[in-house]
């Protein structure tokens, strides 16, 4: 490739979720992430909720023995959770706001107000080797709030962006998309690795993808839903194609 690969994250956390929908023992998202991988995914992330609504403990743990690639542990702040992180000692751990009564990730870290909830954790996984990620808004004000904290990644929330591209509204789209980009320049200039996510499908990834400063995307919903229709290796496939083809522009 003649252009800067930017690097495909798949989450697995929905194979869990349709597991655990019947209780059954399958299907098996150590083997979703192993047929992700094998299709072209950089790395897999696993969000291990506090009420464990889709992956398990037991997943976190068959997911570091098994995995050949980085596994991003998506987690809330709290001391549970960064105990589990240093016990399992991932690649990256991802700072995401949690909520019991949410279906998903609704927004990012409140990185300002919680500056001092936030210190103590992020400087505690960053003593044991572990790259710490913030899921965060994308404003410029909130990129200095990371680089203050030592957070040396945040992952940017597309989700105003791709609710605005569903909609089909190109006024919306434009106004979340020059945000996203404005986020992502400012915070590679103060030196942070810029990664982002959230919603994004093989037909709203491109504006994202084809943005120079960010270097990862981290994708689940979409994949796995498209992998009903054509499988999960081709549904790698084709967002990695899609990335690939925004990037080369």
């Known amino acids: 490739m003649s252009f800067e690969k930017l690097r495909l994250g798949v989450n697995i956390d929905h194979v869990a979720t349709l597991r655990n929908a019947r209780g059954e023992h399958y299907p098996d998202p150590v083997r979703a992430a192993l047929m992700a991988v094998e299709a072209g995914a950089d790395g897999i992330t696993a969000h291990l909720r506090e009420d464990r609504r889709h992956i398990r403990d037991a997943d976190i743990a068959a997911l570091k023995r098994g995995l050949t690639v980085p596994l991003n542990f998506e987690m809330a702040a709290t001391d549970e959770m960064v105990a589990i ?4 000692g991932p690649h990256a751990a991802c700072l995401v706001p949690e909520k019991r009564e949410e279906r998903t990730t609704e927004g990012g870290l409140d ?42 990644v945040v992952e940017l929330h597309t989700g105003s962006y791709c609710e605005a591209a569903v909609a089909g509204d ?20 103060l030196g942070l690795e810029i990664h982002a996510g959230h919603g994004l499908t093989v037909d709203s990834v491109g504006p994202v993808a084809a943005l120079p400063q960010i270097r990862e995307l981290n994708i689940g919903h979409a994949l796995i839903a498209d992998s009903i229709f054509v499988g999960l290796a081709q549904a790698v496939r084709d967002m990695r194609a899609a990335m690939d083809r925004a990037r080369r522009a």
């Not at 909830?117 to 965060?136: E, M, N, T």
């Open 85 to 88: 992180a240093l016990a399992t």
């Open 111 to 152: 990185i300002v107000g919680g500056r001092d909830h936030l210190g103590p954790r992020i400087r505690a996984l960053a003593a044991a080797g572990i790259r710490v990620s913030l899921f965060v808004e994308p404003e410029p004000a909130v990129m200095e709030a990371a680089r203050a904290l030592g957070a040396p």
């Open 170 to 189: 190109a006024a919306r789209v434009a106004h979340q998309l020059a945000r996203i980009a404005r986020a992502a320049e400012h915070g590679a200039g």
